[in-house]
């Protein structure tokens, strides 16, 4: 093909390396009144009495608000579409305030100093109350987080909010204690995994001003730019004609910008003063006041015969859903549709959880969306009962991994896998770290071990039968294309890879196709870039548009050279007649249909909407090395060899840079990252002095490879990669921990101390 399966740099690569304004901060408009957020310093606690009277004397404040002030109706922060499975249980400012950090008041002055020094001014009072922090408790506590009455859901959940239960599913297929009872072999323990930070380059930021229409616009660094326009239209409730939304470049999002952390306070202050406004958060407002992946401590059994094959997995979670319930249902569900159909032989299933109120920092989207956490107990239940059985653990995983054609137990009636090379990226990634020809544990001298380990991930591409994109392509005056759609490009390159999509149909050179991307104003609808939908689900529809355009503009062609359409061949620059004797550029073309009248005049665009009834699962297998410092119990990631399944590979370049940022994510919530809360709730991790992410020297070296299997269901064959790419890290390294010294770490992260206090004694130093 001409431009799908090439390397190009990303579209936007020159200005940004130019340093041109790009980010939402670029564009603050020098007016803007500042915002500054009063936040709670206790866990848990009702508002009694709150004065604000000596705050708006001071010079340059412009307005102060609180839970007073603000409207009533409840919503979501949960950037997914209606309607949603999150628990409408936020306002804009509230009576309660669940963790420390949560909003007390706005503070609005003219700038940030001025802010600053009026925030103490204003005098709160509080009925503290003993907070829910211990996962354990939670169910049926004495405190209730959410005692309200109008909580709102749109499905049932399995909420129980009156006592902390934020949401509860559970899926059961067959006999699972028959089942295990006719097991040779049962494996069964407890594995937890923290809750992780997001840790985005760009901090939340959102402006907002008042159009010469009256209307209310919203400039933010967000993934969702129509999620939070319907959001802000129910808090405020103002029709979403009223409300525009528009996305300048992201620095990083990884998920935290699937929740409107920002832009509802900035719509509400600029709404209610009829002037610009922006709130920036700093560095401990973003580590604290945003999202986190869930915290889950996990029980897990998996039974399997003589011959290895598993027959049963019993997977539960108890889940900190934080403060609010969002994404608590996705995530859960979601984990268990992208980890148990990993191993398909089974005979009874049951997967689970109960997500709890607690008075931490909300739950939310992170990279991986529940697949991470599920993957983690599962893959290090199977390395063990391959230890238990005696045999190579990738020769157990090749002898229960899913094929094509067959189907889960846990899976729809009509859901089946569709496409996959499964078998043959477990044989890549084996020949790349040498794992039939070398030990899996040995001594590297007198102070280090070495050890390999491996594990297994699926994923999913968008969301079936729910989400939809839709994108437009335009021909302009110049013969020249713009590509409209409401993805989100934040880094990632998806707008250089749905540019080569559709410039595979067209024809044209891609410096000729320019994207403009994610204004509710401008592009048509899309849910917006999470769920690793970006590629599979709005790809595709960027390729239908490419199609109905380029037929429009053939028949345009035969109008103007009388000729019949079949008999003409574009190349998206020139249209030539089959025989040679009549040639036209879409240059010469375009401004003729632009400047004339007549019924065969006017603007040619291409328009489609697409989803699908699917959502295949891109697979990964990887293998980690490490060595690990006997003395201190210190890991050191060496290698880490990768093979994904992507599906067709647009963009290799882009593709690769995918997977090596997602592996250093998972590296990071393998051995350094964790979210740490006092004795009083107070986060202890909010800033990157004690919240540790890895850098270039932490990471090893990274080897990756693809295979490339086709998807029927989809554009060109592609699936996703941006999520999968997260999920192997932390059960491998945990494998490659214990292969080296013995260690079974089962809370993550896997910091020294748990590695040498869980080290075989024979090879402490």
Same mark, same amino acid.
């Given at each position: ?7 190009y ?14 980010y939402t901060?670029?564009f603050?408009p020098k ?5 500054k957020?009063?936040r709670s310093?206790h866990a ?5 009495d709150?004065?604000?009277s000596?705050?708006l004397l001071a010079p340059?404040?412009?307005a ?8 009533k ?6 950037g997914q ?6 628990a ?5 400012l509230d009576?309660?305030v ?5 909003e007390?008041?706005l ?7 001025t802010?600053l020094k009026?925030m ?9 109350m ?8 939670a ?13 709102h859901?749109?499905?049932?959940v399995g ?5 902390n239960?934020?949401?509860?599913y559970?899926?059961?297929v ?8 006719k097991?040779d072999h049962i ?6 995994n923290?809750a ?8 939340f ?5 008042i ?8 400039v933010?660094s967000t993934?969702?730019?129509f999620h939070v326009?319907?959001h802000?239209s129910?808090?405020?409730?103002i029709?979403t ?6 996305k ?9 910008k699937q ?6 306070m900035?719509?509400?202050v600029?709404?209610?003063l009829?002037?610009?406004?922006v ?27 003589k ?7 019993d997977?539960y ?21 992208k980890?148990?159909?990993l191993?398909?032989?089974n005979t009874a299933?049951h ?7 607690m008075n931490?920092?909300?739950g ?16 290090c ?19 229960n ?5 067959e ?7 009509d859901?089946?896998?569709e496409?996959?090379?499964?078998q ?8 790349m ?10 001594q590297i001298?007198d ?5 390999l380990?491996?594990?297994l991930?699926?994923?999913g591409s ?11 392509i335009r021909l302009?005056?110049?013969g020249?294309y713009?590509l409209?759609?409401g993805?989100?490009d934040?880094?990632m390159?998806?707008n250089?890879v ?10 044209c ?5 320019t994207v ?5 104003d401008?592009?048509p ?5 999470y769920?690793s939908?970006t590629?599979?689900?709005t790809?595709?529809a ?5 199609e109905e ?8 062609f035969a ?6 359409a079949?008999?003409?061949e574009?190349?998206g620059?020139v249209?030539?007649?089959k025989?040679?004797?009549?040639t036209?550029t879409?240059?010469?073309l375009?401004?003729k249909?632009?400047v004339n009248?007549?019924?065969t005049?006017?603007?040619l665009?291409?328009f489609?909407?697409?989803g699908?009834?699917t959502? *295949?699962?891109p697979?990964? +297998?990887s293998i980690a090395?490490?060595?690990? @410092?006997?003395q %201190?119990?210190?890991v $050191? !990631? ?12 647009i963009?290799?370049?882009l593709?690769r ?8 994510q ?12 006092s004795?009083s ?6 800033t990157f002095?004690?919240?540790?992410i ?7 070296t990274?080897?990756?490879e ?8 989809s554009?060109?064959?592609?699936k996703s990669?941006g ?7 932390? *059960?491998s390294?945990?494998? +490659?921990?214990?292969?080296?010294v013995?260690? @079974?770490?089962? %809370?993550?992260?896997? $910091? !020294?101390e ?12």
């Open positions: 093909m001409k431009h799908v399966g090439k390397s740099k990303k579209v936007d690569h020159k200005g940004i390396l130019s340093g041109k304004p790009a901060g670029d603050i007016d803007a009144l500042v915002i957020v009063l310093p848990m606690a009702r508002i009694t709150i004065d604000v000596k705050a340059g404040v412009e102060v608000y609180t839970y007073k002030d603000v409207p109706t409840r919503f979501t922060l949960a579409s209606y309607p949603e499975p999150s409408y249980d936020a306002l804009i009576e309660i669940r963790y420390v950090g949560d007390v008041a503070v609005v002055a003219r700038d940030e100093a802010a009026a103490p001014l204003i005098k709160v009072k509080y009925e503290v003993k907070p829910v922090l211990d996962l354990h408790t169910i049926d506590n004495e405190t209730i987080v959410h005692p309200e009455d109008d909580i859901f749109n499905m049932n909420a129980e909010p009156k006592r239960i934020a949401i509860s559970h899926k059961t067959g006999d699972v204690e028959g089942e295990l009872a097991c494996v069964e323990g407890t594995y937890y923290q992780t930070v997001q840790s985005a380059m760009e901090p930021q959102t402006f907002g001003y159009d010469a229409l009256g209307r209310l616009v919203l933010s993934q969702i730019v326009r319907r802000v129910r808090a405020l409730g029709p004609s009223k409300i525009r939304v528009i300048p470049r992201i620095g990083g999002g990884f998920g935290s929740t409107a952390c920002t832009e509802l900035v719509a509400f600029t709404w209610k009829q002037k610009p406004a709130l920036v958060y700093e560095r401990k407002e973003a580590q604290t006041c945003s999202t986190t992946r869930h915290g889950r401590d996990w029980n897990i059994r998996i039974g399997a015969d011959d290895g094959i598993i027959k049963v997995i997977m979670a108890l889940t900190d859903a934080g403060a609010h319930g969002t994404h608590a249902f996705t995530t859960t569900t979601a984990a268990e549709h980890s148990v159909p191993y398909n032989k299933v997967y689970g959880s109960e997500a709890v109120y931490h920092s909300p939310g989207a992170f990279r991986g969306y529940g697949a991470t956490e599920a993957l983690w107990p599962l893959e239940a199977v390395n063990r009962l391959a230890d238990e059985l005696g045999m190579d653990t990738a020769e157990l995983r090749q002898k991994l899913i094929a094509v054609g189907q889960s137990l846990v899976y729809d009636e859901e089946y896998m496409s996959g090379l499964f043959e990226a477990v044989e890549k990634v084996k020949k770290a040498g794992w039939d020809e070398r030990p899996h544990s040995w001298d102070r280090y071990r070495g050890g380990g491996m594990s991930a699926l994923q968008g969301i079936a039968k729910i989400d939809t994109a839709s994108v437009e302009g005056d110049d020249r713009t409209y759609t993805s989100s934040m880094g390159g998806s250089t749905l540019a080569q999509m559709a410039c595979e149909i067209i024809g050179p891609m410096e000729y196709m403009v991307e994610s204004d509710t401008v592009v609808f899309d849910p917006g870039s769920a939908s590629t599979y689900v790809g595709t960027a390729k239908m548009a490419a355009l380029v037929k429009k503009i053939v028949d345009t109008k103007f050279m009388d000729v019949e079949d008999t003409i574009f190349d620059l249209a030539t007649t025989d040679g004797s009549k036209m879409v240059a010469e375009a401004p249909l632009l009248f007549g019924p005049y006017g603007q665009s291409g489609a909407s697409w699908s009834h959502s *295949p699962p697979f990964m +297998a090395e490490v060595k690990v @410092d006997t %201190t119990g210190q $050191t !990631p060496v290698n880490f060899y990768s093979v994904v399944d992507c599906g067709t590979v963009n290799p370049t593709a840079v995918q997977v090596e940022g997602g592996v250093v998972g590296i990071g919530m393998a051995l350094y990252e964790d979210v740490r809360y004795a709730g107070k986060l202890e991790t909010d002095m004690t919240y540790k890895p850098t270039r020297q932490d990471m090893g990274l080897h990756t693809f295979v490339e299997s086709y998807e029927p269901t554009a060109y064959g592609v990669i999520e999968v790419v997260i999920n192997t890290a932390c *059960p390294i945990q494998h +490659a921990i214990k292969n080296a013995g260690a @079974d770490v089962r %809370t993550l992260p896997m $910091t !020294p748990k590695v040498f206090m869980g080290m075989d004694e024979k090879y402490k130093v």
